[in-house]
């Protein structure tokens, strides 16, 4: 069993001042994470507006008609199809496209591959689906001629897809990174500063115990462990052990009765009377009975001096034999 614990005085708390790193590196952390996602939330704003001009700047033509298409550098370009409510309904297929005919500067018809995958786009008042994408292999005037449904234009311009992608995947990337690098940053300051309080707390307890028990600081004592061996468990009821019983008490010399009437006294398994050729003992004389089932006599019920005869009231021995006759 372990011995009682002492007093606890908790030990001596460490200054916050001297813990490293300072509280302010939480702040930087924070920070990280707040910039990361403003620079993502800002890349997305970006990615729209710049999406919002480009698609301002698309040339378009009536359908149906003709006009001309100015392209100042060679690459890749995509034919749009111009209409209200496209991006709601891209996936009828009782939709017309319209016939459109490309001729580059030299007089060549340009080859229109179809789009792969539906992309709409809904920026600045225009709605729009991709239908075809062509490469222009030279810079100049192309000559567009379209055929089809009244009221509808088609618009001739750059790719949509790989910049908006582009700027999506970008803000992604960074915000990720702020929250990461700020979590990131809190953990392990918040691990140092507690390695640094422990060794605070433990450096002072040193010198508190090389200054002697009756130093300032060192009456601190040791924590009550949970795990302490418990003492004896008092019973939950019943007497104390080894008090006294709380019935009468026997008097010397008096024995359990040896029997009920009716039972015999013999143990379990024995006969019950004595074995043949030995003489049985004779009883002797009965214990009284205990306890006594009437009560003890009171002190008022015990004669008093007054009612003893004394020596002088006894009679003498004349008085009780009677004088002989006198002789005759």
Same mark, same amino acid.
């Given at each position: 069993?372990?011995?009682? $614990?002492?007093?606890?005085?908790?030990?001596?708390?460490?200054?916050?001042?001297?813990?490293?790193?300072?509280?302010?590196?939480?702040?930087?952390?924070?920070?990280?994470?707040?910039?990361?996602?403003?620079?993502?939330?800002?890349?997305?704003?970006?990615?729209?507006?710049?999406?919002?001009?480009?698609?301002?700047?698309?040339?378009?033509?009536?359908?149906?008609?003709?006009?001309?298409?100015?392209?100042?550098?060679?690459?890749?370009?995509?034919?749009?199809?111009?209409? $209200?409510?496209?991006?709601?309904?891209?996936?009828?297929?009782?939709?017309?496209?319209?016939?459109?005919?490309?001729?580059?500067?030299?007089?060549?018809?340009?080859?229109?591959?179809?789009?792969?995958?539906?992309?709409?786009?809904?920026?600045?008042?225009?709605?729009?689906?991709?239908?075809?994408?062509?490469?222009?292999?030279?810079?100049?005037?192309?000559?567009?001629?379209?055929?089809?449904?009244?009221?509808?234009?088609?618009?001739?311009?750059?790719?949509?897809?790989?910049?908006?992608?582009?700027?999506?995947?970008?803000?992604?990337?960074?915000?990720?990174?702020?929250?990461?690098?700020?979590?990131?940053?809190?953990?392990?300051?918040?691990?140092?500063?507690?390695?640094?309080?422990?060794?605070?707390?433990?450096?002072?307890?040193?010198?508190?115990?090389?200054?002697?028990?009756?130093?300032?600081?060192?009456?601190?004592?040791?924590?009550?462990?949970?795990?302490?061996?418990?003492? !004896?468990?008092?019973?939950?009821?019943?007497?104390?052990?080894?008090?006294?019983?709380?019935?009468?008490?026997?008097?010397?010399?008096?024995?359990?009765? #040896?029997?009920? !009437?009716?039972? +015999?006294?013999?143990?379990?398994?024995?006969?019950?009377?004595?074995? +043949?050729?030995?003489?049985?003992?004779?009883?002797?004389?009965?214990? !009284?009975?205990?306890?006594?089932?009437?009560?003890?006599? +009171?002190?008022?019920?015990?004669? #008093?001096?007054?009612?003893? !005869? #004394?020596?002088?009231?006894?009679?003498?021995?004349?008085? +009780?034999?009677?004088?002989?006759? $006198?002789?005759?």
């Amino acid at each position: 069993m372990q011995p009682a $614990p002492g007093p606890f005085t908790p030990p001596p708390a460490a200054n916050t001042q001297q813990i490293r790193p300072p509280l302010w590196w939480f702040g930087v952390a924070a920070g990280i994470g707040v910039v990361g996602i403003g620079v993502a939330i800002a890349l997305f704003v970006i990615g729209f507006m710049r999406m919002t001009d480009k698609v301002d700047d698309f040339t378009r033509i009536d359908v149906p008609g003709t006009g001309t298409v100015e392209i100042d550098e060679p690459g890749g370009y995509s034919v749009y199809y111009e209409y $209200p409510g496209v991006s709601d309904d891209f996936y009828d297929p009782f939709a017309s496209e319209p016939a459109v005919t490309i001729i580059d500067p030299s007089g060549d018809e340009v080859l229109l591959e179809p789009y792969d995958s539906e992309v709409t786009y809904n920026f600045g008042g225009h709605e729009g689906e991709a239908l075809w994408s062509f490469d222009a292999d030279e810079p100049g005037a192309y000559e567009v001629t379209t055929e089809g449904d009244m009221g509808t234009e088609i618009a001739v311009g750059p790719g949509l897809g790989h910049s908006l992608v582009a700027y999506v995947v970008a803000g992604l990337a960074v915000g990720g990174l702020g929250l990461v690098g700020g979590t990131a940053m809190a953990i392990v300051v918040g691990v140092r500063r507690s390695r640094s309080r422990r060794q605070i707390v433990a450096a002072r307890m040193q010198q508190a115990a090389a200054r002697g028990p009756g130093a300032p600081g060192a009456a601190w004592g040791p924590l009550p462990s949970p795990w302490a061996a418990p003492g !004896p468990a008092a019973p939950a009821y019943g007497p104390t052990p080894g008090a006294p019983p709380a019935g009468p008490v026997p008097p010397p010399g008096w024995s359990a009765p #040896s029997g009920q !009437p009716g039972q +015999s006294s013999a143990g379990p398994g024995q006969p019950s009377g004595a074995p +043949s050729g030995q003489p049985s003992a004779s009883p002797g004389p009965a214990s !009284p009975a205990w306890p006594p089932t009437s009560p003890p006599p +009171s002190p008022q019920d015990a004669p #008093s001096h007054q009612d003893v !005869p #004394s020596p002088e009231d006894a009679p003498s021995s004349s008085d +009780s034999a009677p004088n002989p006759p $006198p002789p005759g």
